[in-house]
């Protein structure tokens, strides 16, 4: 099958919707045109639920079956607007209902689907993201890293590192406000899309951040291998995300780093489980988590990130995701 690219109009969080309507109806062209007996749609999301039964009837009569991812909890996410949110809730209760098989990225996500939507007795499958643990082909004294750390006036081993989008459900609050009262002399590097927007100043006008010389933001980093290696060197990498389901990020991080400190959430216990230290919103947790893992020897260290790789390669590999994924298809 040849990629194509999906046009849509700028229309607000709608062009999701949108795309994700053009994409379905393309693929059932293909399908017709081609001829293709036994096709699956695989479907990322629960952003369409309101034509899911039309489609699911579109793609039936091809002799096709429709599969859902339903990521995560879309619904819970503060950046969008009470009816919006209404939306997304109201759209994943219809994906759910309609699907012939959910594939959920986390245990805790399959259990959350089996027990909401039981009255629809959804079929579920659990297959995770991958991730992997080679190290970055960037050495130490690279010039792309050495001219990235003088840009922002970091060192090797001397801050705590967050990745993320800058949204609320993340809990950037907490971990500004947390660092915040520490006493450390490292330094909290922020790699996100922040382009000071409405929730950047906000953040400002909450915390103060903006007075504390060790907090500095980055902005984005899309060099693969640099990223790799800042997390590489990073005294710890911090994670407050809270609403998805096995989330990219993490994995990267448990494959780079060593010291990893986590939001003590379900999603986030399933991925870590012992290789990661975890911290709740309680005022002093986080505090106390940083001031430890500021403090940790080069065995400990070591003894973390030897943790964080042996989950990695037994429960997140691509080889492992993507042979479930093969065992899937082979049995549709």
């Known amino acids: 099958m040849l990629f194509r690219s999906i046009r849509v109009p700028d229309i607000g969080p709608a062009k999701a919707v949108w795309y994700d309507l053009a994409a379905f109806f393309y693929c059932l062209g293909y399908i017709r045109a081609h001829r293709l007996s036994a096709p699956v749609i695989y479907v990322l999301a629960c952003r369409i639920g309101p034509f899911a039964a039309f489609l699911s009837r579109r ?6 079956t429709l599969l859902v991812n339903p990521d995560g909890h879309e619904w819970m996410r503060a950046k969008w607007s009470r009816p919006i949110r209404a939306y997304w809730k109201y759209s994943e209760r219809l994906m759910v209902r309609h ?3 959910l594939v959920c990225d986390s245990k805790n996500m399959e259990r959350y689907i089996k027990t909401v939507y039981r009255v629809y007795k959804p079929k579920t499958a659990f297959i995770a993201y991958g991730a992997d643990v080679a190290a970055s082909s960037l050495s130490d004294t690279d010039e792309r890293l050495l001219e990235w750390y003088g840009k922002w006036g970091l060192s090797p081993g001397e801050y705590f590192l967050i ?3 800058f949204v609320p459900e993340n809990n950037y609050e907490t971990m500004l406000r947390e660092f915040m009262r520490t006493g450390t002399n490292k330094k909290l590097a922020i790699i996100s899309n922040t382009e000071e927007n409405a929730f950047y100043r906000r953040l400002k006008e909450r915390t103060g951040f903006e007075r504390d010389p060790r907090i ?8 693969e291998p640099l990223l790799k290696k800042i997390r590489e060197n990073a005294c710890a990498y911090l994670h407050g995300h809270e609403v998805g389901g096995t989330n990219p990020s993490l994995l990267e991080a448990l494959g780079s780093t060593r010291v990893n400190l986590l939001l ?7 991925v870590g489980a012992a290789a990661a230290l975890y911290w709740t919103k309680r005022p002093g947790s986080l505090a106390k988590r940083l001031e430890e893992a500021a403090s940790f020897s080069e065995e400990e260290q070591a003894r973390l990130g030897s943790l964080a790789k042996k989950r990695i390669l037994t429960a997140y590999s691509h080889e492992k995701i993507a042979g479930a994924y093969e065992e899937l298809f082979r049995r549709i």
């Open 163 to 165: 990745v993320g989008r």
């Open 99 to 101: 699907a012939d098989l």
């Open 216 to 223: 500095v933001f980055c902005r984005t980093v899309y060099d």
């Open 264 to 270: 003590d959430v379900g999603f986030n216990r399933e």
């Open 59 to 64: 793609l039936k009569k091809l002799g096709g």
